[in-house]
């Protein structure tokens, strides 16, 4: 299994909403990644996982909190979001803890904050 | 600080024609390279990457690409191409604790 799946595929929600993203991967591997895509631009990393522990915060608004409950699971909980994080939100997986291993991306969750 | 430069945003070429999208690194130390394609409304999908030893690196779905030091670059290159290569292509590197993508090119097939 060289799959990373995402849920929701899309989602729709208010800017006083709370809802989580979730992605899972079963492919053994130790690190995961969130990451935001605005349209024709190139994904910028959020946070980095490494052994469920977080290693890197890109100095992302606390409004996104995320949370690694094991080592095949990766949440993005989201509360009090601007219309301007309506983004493609992106997970990755890769197999060690460096990000010099290639990086496994899910389809993505399209977010609209209205 | 580490980097990697996409010329050209967009990218047009006949099917059945050459694909050249150029990527060129800055780093003292030669990076880890990555060439990445995200389809519409899709995540990116891994073609090749380039680690050490060979310069030529043999991807998915016919693409290769060659890492030149004394360029610095990593162009990604396809003989022919099809209808199903129209999709976007980020070169991406790292040195180990940070990973950089390009701003991505845009490759048009026209039939």
């Known amino acids: 299994d060289t799959e990373v799946t995402q849920t929701p595929k899309h989602l729709v929600m208010g800017m006083t909403n709370k809802k989580s993203l979730k992605c899972e991967q079963h492919?053994?591997?130790?690190?995961m990644y969130w990451y935001k895509q605005k349209a024709k631009k190139p994904p910028e990393l959020m946070f980095v996982?490494?052994?469920?522990?977080?290693?890197i915060n890109e100095s992302v608004p606390s409004r996104f909190s995320p949370e690694c409950p094991n080592s095949s699971l990766l949440n993005l909980h989201l509360h009090a979001l601007q219309p301007e994080d309506s983004a493609l939100y992106l997970c990755?997986?890769?197999?060690?803890?460096?990000?010099?291993?290639?990086?496994?991306f899910g389809p993505g969750t399209r977010l609209t904050v209205t | 600080a580490q980097s990697v430069t996409q010329l050209g945003s967009h990218v047009s070429v006949s099917e059945g024609a050459l694909v050249l999208l150029r990527c060129n690194y800055s780093s003292s130390v030669p990076p880890y390279l990555f060439w990445y394609v995200q389809y519409p409304n899709q995540g990116l999908q891994l073609l090749l990457k380039y680690t050490t030893g060979a310069t030529l690196v043999k991807g998915i779905n016919g693409f290769e690409a060659e890492f030149k030091k004394s360029e610095t670059s990593f162009h990604l290159t396809k003989p022919s191409a099809h209808m199903s290569d129209a999709a976007e292509y980020f070169c991406?590197?790292?040195?180990?604790?940070?990973?950089?993508f390009g701003t991505g090119t845009s490759l048009t097939v026209i039939p």
């Open positions: 991406a590197s790292n040195t180990g604790n940070q990973f950089y």
């Open positions: 492919m053994g591997h130790r690190a």
């Open positions: 990755a997986s890769s197999q060690g803890a460096l990000l010099s291993d290639e990086q496994y």
């Open positions: 996982y490494s052994y469920e522990k977080l290693s």
